[in-house]
């Protein structure tokens, strides 16, 4: 049974720092998958933060994270990891990570990040 496991997530005060993992197991070649981080604030449509293709050469963020946040993955340890910095209360939302191969594509459970003094 193929899975995501986010972790990471909690309170952190605006300007302070958070790492997210997401943990995959069933796999039979994780590194054979492109990975993604989403989010999704209240009331609002899930958004793309950042993606790292299958090798990890290749990376895209959105806008509002550029500078900030950096997304890595280990395929030794079917691990995709998302560091934010300099934290903003915008960035509050359930964060989501995504494997994708071609058509078939898998969701983890999502991790909540609330950015607030």
């Known amino acids: 049974q193929v899975q995501l496991v986010e972790s990471g997530g909690g309170l952190v005060q605006p300007g302070g720092s958070l790492r997210l993992s997401c943990a995959a197991s069933?796999?039979?070649?994780?590194?054979?998958?492109?990975m993604s981080w989403y989010r999704q604030a209240p009331g609002k449509e899930r958004e793309l933060v950042a993606g790292?293709?299958?090798?990890?050469?290749?990376?895209n963020y959105a806008d509002s994270v550029k500078g900030r946040f950096t997304i890595a993955r280990d395929n030794a340890k079917s691990t995709v990891y998302l560091q934010m910095n300099s934290l903003k209360p915008e960035d509050t939302a359930v964060y989501y990570c995504?494997?994708?191969?071609?058509?078939?594509?898998?969701w983890g459970q999502g991790t909540p990040v609330t950015v607030s003094s």
């Open positions: 069933g796999f039979t070649t994780f590194s054979n998958y492109a």
């Open positions: 995504k494997a994708q191969r071609g058509p078939f594509r898998i």
């Open positions: 790292i293709n299958s090798v990890g050469g290749i990376t």
